[in-house]
């Protein structure tokens, strides 16, 4: 069965996206069967991995709305055992439209349920928002990972974001947990990174990952080739750093 | 009259709060008097600013949700001629509580004609997302100013935006205008930010604005004080990018 765990953060510009895509990478190079699920009507992770989202159909709109299945979504990436459930255009309505369906928050669980034997793992990258389409994700998932950009106006919400899992636990999924806090875009030539790191590693020292990812101009780069880091430079600090989340993880699951 | 411009990308860390607190401390600097609304849950313009946003009541949620006025939220900063008007944890949840409210996308237009007489600039600082917080604020405004990060993955949703704007115009607000796109975090030792400067100069020759404000760590420092970058480090590049925009704003107007 696979281990289902949503990458969210409702600070934008965290490395969520990033995130998603180069773990996704390094999980599938390791072995395992990966599904993506772009939960962003950004599309991010989409056009990151080279697909464009005004073409792809259907998209994980069309799963949400139980317009189409979701194996009839998925496409397989240059990364081999990694796939990716796509977003597109018409997610940016999904928020405004689930709010009156039934079992709004359940819907991607009860999609994901359909193909989980297929995978080892699902990431999900969510929003930058605590909407519905980050509930539905916190709702299928087993676990967050929590990026945390290495800046002050980070730091403000993460206490938010872990209320509002716990919340979900409470409500919606009872099986949810942080899986981990990924602390990104540290830059070593000020003292602002360490003093965010610190004041992280005060607050929640039981979650904070050890594997920290450096700010790398490689990791913004890759996205614009549809290239995973793994698959653009692998002998990067950003993909060094992102291998050694994956064996973290891997070790600890 | 006030002139009332929405800070706004659904790309989320794109620089949106950074400028308009920033922008807003040049505008007042320079005698004007200056509204800054946070329409973020996130409240980091109001923490930016030194308010801490689980203590400010009432804030701009109650203004929207109808139980007070907006003149009642109004807070001084430190900088003369800047007030804030700032967010709460309740704003959270108002994009779910307003959907059924009546006309849910002109709530923040309203409240801003109680006291647009007393200010010659409103800016609005949007969260990362094109909710019904965004619609309100794009609804209320003048003109939009769109910050445009030097990446690749902030180059895919101007567009996305640009239609929106359109929309907002043929359905809400037909005076809403694109004032500018400003160049954000822009690092001169990477090509990445030339080519994305360079991409956004193609698409958009009009609307760009002739400042752009460099990558600077102490814009990161500065709101950890509750300061803007004017009173926290004036002789820094990003201080005097801010200064400039200021400028060209002012001319323009
Ligand atoms: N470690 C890093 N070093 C340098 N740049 C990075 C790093 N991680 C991410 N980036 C870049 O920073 C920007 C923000 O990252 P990303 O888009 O992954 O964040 P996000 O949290 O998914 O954003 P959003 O909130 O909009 O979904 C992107 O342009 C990305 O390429
Ligand atoms: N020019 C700059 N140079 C360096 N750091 C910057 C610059 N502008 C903003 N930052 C920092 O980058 C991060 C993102 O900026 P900011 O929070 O203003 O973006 P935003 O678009 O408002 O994000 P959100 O989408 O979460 O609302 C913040 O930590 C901020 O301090
Ligand atoms: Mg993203
Ligand atoms: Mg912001």
Excluded: W
Aim: some cysteine; charged content about 20%.
């Amino acid at each position: 069965m696979a281990r289902t765990y949503a990458v969210a953060n409702q600070k934008g510009g965290v490395g969520k996206t990033t995130t998603a895509i180069n773990l996704g990478a390094y999980l599938a190079a390791s072995g395992r069967k990966v599904l993506l699920v772009d939960m962003d009507p950004q599309a991010n992770a989409t056009s990151g991995l080279g697909f464009d989202k005004a073409e792809v159909s259907p998209s994980i709109y069309e799963v949400l709305m139980g317009q189409a299945k979701l194996a009839e979504a998925i496409l397989l990436t240059n990364r081999v055992g990694l796939d990716l459930a796509p977003s597109s255009i018409g997610l940016a309505g999904a928020e405004v439209e689930m709010v009156s369906l039934m079992a709004r928050e359940q819907r991607l669980r009860r999609a994901l349920q359909t193909i989980a034997n297929r995978y080892d793992y699902i990431l999900v990258d969510c929003p930058p928002s605590l909407g519905l389409l980050t509930l539905n994700s916190l709702t299928a998932a087993d676990g967050v990972i929590i990026p945390v950009q290495c800046e002050y106006l980070a730091l403000e919400g993460v206490g938010q974001l872990v209320s509002t899992v716990n919340l979900v636990r409470d409500n919606l999924n009872s099986r949810l947990r942080i899986v981990g806090l990924l602390m990104t875009m540290y830059d070593s030539r000020t003292n602002l990174s360490q003093q965010v790191v610190d004041e992280v590693c005060n607050h929640f020292p039981q979650l904070i990952f050890r594997s920290i990812v450096p700010r790398s101009v490689r990791l913004s780069e890759a996205p614009s080739y549809g290239k995973s880091i793994l698959d653009y430079d692998p002998a990067s600090k950003g993909a060094q750093a992102y291998k050694s989340l994956a064996d973290e993880l891997i070790t600890r699951d």
